[in-house]
C-alpha cells in the first residue's frame, strides 16, 4: 500500500522541463511574446511563447465550434449527371457504408471525421473558457482540466478534417469524366473549420494552462532537499509526465505511481515500447500486401464495370491529365505507408541496438514519421466519398472494395507503431554506447 502522497513529497514551482524527444531536462527562461526556444541537444521545440493567445484561443474555438454545426448540418456535395442529382452532408460516407454493413469502416469515418473532431472542439472550449475565467475570477479553479487535457493530447492525432479536406478535392477530380460537383453551405463551413483549427492549435499555449492549474511542476521525496534541486537535475534522476510534463524525481517515484499533478500514470520510458510497436508494425506489413493487391473500389458505368487498385487509380489520374492530384495520391498512399514502415522498421533497431547515423538524423526521421502518416488517410476518405456520392443506378455506381479496409488497417496500425514507440529510447542507446 503507497503512502499518502503529501507525506512523501515536496512540490516547488520551478522553470524546468524536460524535452520530448531526448529527455533532456533544460531551465526555461522567460520568453518574449514570439520567441521560441528549442532543445540544444536535438533541435526539438521546448517552449514557444505566443502574445495573447488566451482570447485568441477562446474566440477560435468558439467559432469552431459553430462551424462544425453548420458543416454537418446544412448541404455538404452535390452532384449533378444527365440531369440526375444527389446531395450529401459531412458523415453521409458513414451512412453509405452502413448500409453495405461496412461497420468498421464506417467506424472510423465516423470516428475520424465526427466525433474526435466534436469532442476535441468541446475540450478545447472548456479550456479556453476556463483558463479566461481563472484570469478574471480571484482563485477560480475549473474542475477537470486533467482529464480534459489528457483527452485532448491523446486524440489530437486522430482528428483528420484537414486530410477529409484535401480527400474532396481529389474526389471533385476524379468525377470531372462522370458528373459536376455543386459545393453546399457546408463545405464553405467545412474549409473555414479546418482553417480555424489549424490557427486554434497554434495559438494554445499547454505550459499556462497547466501553470494555472497548478503551479508546481517538480516533485520530490521527502528526504531529498529541496534546496539542492539544481544539484538533482544536473544528475537527471527525474522522470518527466507524459501529460502535464511535471518533472518527479525517481526516489518519489518508487513510492508513487500516478503524477502528483495531473493524476497520470508516469513511467520513466513507454513500458515495452520497442515490441508493441514492432508487433504493430509486422501487421501493417502483412496488410500493406492485400491493401496493394486487391482493388480498393470498383466503379460501373452503363453497365460496364471496373475494378480500381491504388496504383491503378494514381495511372487513371495521370490519362486524365491530373498530374498533381496524381502525385499527391501516389506520395500520400504508396510512398508515404512505405517509407513510414521502412523508417519504423530502421528506428526500432537503433533504440535496440543501436544505429549508425547521427542520433539528431534518427529524431528528425521519427518527428517527420509521426507527421505524414496520418495522410495516407486521403485514399480511403476519397473512397468513402466516391461511394456516397455516385449512386445514379445504370449510369454510374461506385463501390467499395476488399483493399479498402485493409489500407485503412495499415494506415491506423503505423500511426499507433508511432504513437507508442517512446524516441527517447534511441538516446538512450545513443548515451549507452557513447560511454
Not at 192 to 212: F, S
Not at 229 to 257: G, M, Q, W, Y
Not at 393 to 415: H, Q, R, Y
Request: aromatic share 10%; glycine share 6%.
Amino acid at each position: 500500500m503507497s503512502k499518502p502522497a503529501s507525506d512523501i513529497f515536496q512540490a516547488k514551482a520551478t522553470r524546468h522541463k524536460a524535452c520530448e524527444d531526448c529527455g533532456y531536462i533544460h531551465h526555461l527562461p522567460k520568453l518574449s511574446a514570439g520567441e521560441q526556444l528549442n532543445c540544444f541537444r536535438c533541435g526539438s521545440c521546448l517552449l514557444k511563447e505566443r502574445k495573447d493567445w488566451s482570447r485568441r484561443s477562446l474566440a477560435l474555438s468558439l467559432t469552431g465550434l459553430i462551424l462544425f454545426g453548420i458543416a454537418n448540418v446544412f448541404p455538404f456535395i452535390g452532384l449533378e449527371a444527365a440531369g440526375l442529382h444527389t446531395d450529401s452532408n459531412l458523415i453521409s460516407s458513414v451512412y453509405a457504408l452502413l448500409q453495405r454493413e461496412r461497420w468498421v469502416l464506417a467506424s472510423m469515418i465516423f470516428l475520424f471525421i465526427f466525433l474526435i473532431p466534436f469532442v476535441e472542439l468541446c475540450c478545447l472550449v472548456y479550456l479556453a473558457i476556463s483558463y479566461a475565467l481563472g484570469s478574471r475570477v480571484k482563485h477560480y479553479r475549473a474542475r477537470g482540466i486533467p482529464q480534459i487535457m489528457r483527452t485532448v493530447i491523446m486524440i489530437h492525432p486522430w482528428s483528420m478534417l484537414e486530410i477529409f479536406l484535401l480527400g474532396v478535392l481529389v474526389t471533385s477530380i476524379k468525377l470531372g469524366d462522370i458528373a459536376a460537383l455543386v459545393p453546399g453551405i457546408g463545405s464553405v463551413a467545412f474549409v473555414l473549420l479546418v482553417l480555424v483549427l489549424v490557427a486554434l492549435h497554434m495559438q494554445l499555449n499547454p505550459e499556462h494552462i497547466w501553470h494555472r492549474w497548478n503551479p508546481n511542476n517538480l516533485y520530490l521525496h521527502r528526504d531529498q532537499k529541496a534546496e539542492k534541486v539544481a544539484e538533482h537535475i544536473k544528475t537527471n534522476e527525474f522522470i518527466s509526465c507524459h501529460c502535464c510534463e511535471a518533472l518527479i524525481s525517481e526516489p518519489l517515484a518508487r513510492h508513487i505511481d500516478k503524477c502528483p499533478r495531473c493524476h497520470c500514470k508516469i513511467h520513466f520510458r513507454i513500458p515495452g515500447s520497442i515490441e508493441k510497436s514492432f508487433a504493430l508494425l509486422l501487421a501493417a506489413i502483412i496488410l500493406y500486401l492485400p491493401a496493394n493487391l486487391l482493388p480498393i473500389m470498383e466503379t460501373t458505368q452503363l453497365g460496364r464495370t471496373q475494378a480500381d487498385t491504388i496504383m491503378s487509380g494514381v495511372i487513371h489520374l495521370i490519362h486524365l491529365g491530373s498530374w498533381p492530384i496524381a502525385l499527391i495520391i501516389f506520395i500520400a498512399s504508396v510512398f508515404v505507408p512505405i517509407a513510414k514502415i521502412v523508417t519504423m522498421g530502421y528506428l526500432l533497431y537503433s533504440a535496440k541496438y543501436g544505429g549508425s547515423y547521427k542520433i539528431k538524423n534518427s529524431t528528425k526521421m521519427y518527428r517527420i514519421t509521426e507527421f505524414i502518416g496520418r495522410w495516407s488517410m486521403i485514399d480511403v476518405f476519397v473512397v468513402c466519398l466516391l461511394v456516397a456520392l455516385v449512386q445514379f443506378g445504370l449510369l454510374a455506381n461506385i463501390e467499395p472494395s476488399g483493399a479498402t479496409l485493409a489500407f485503412a488497417s495499415v494506415v491506423v496500425l503505423t500511426m499507433l507503431a508511432a504513437e507508442i514507440f517512446d524516441q527517447r529510447l534511441l538516446w538512450d542507446k545513443h548515451n549507452e554506447s557513447a560511454q
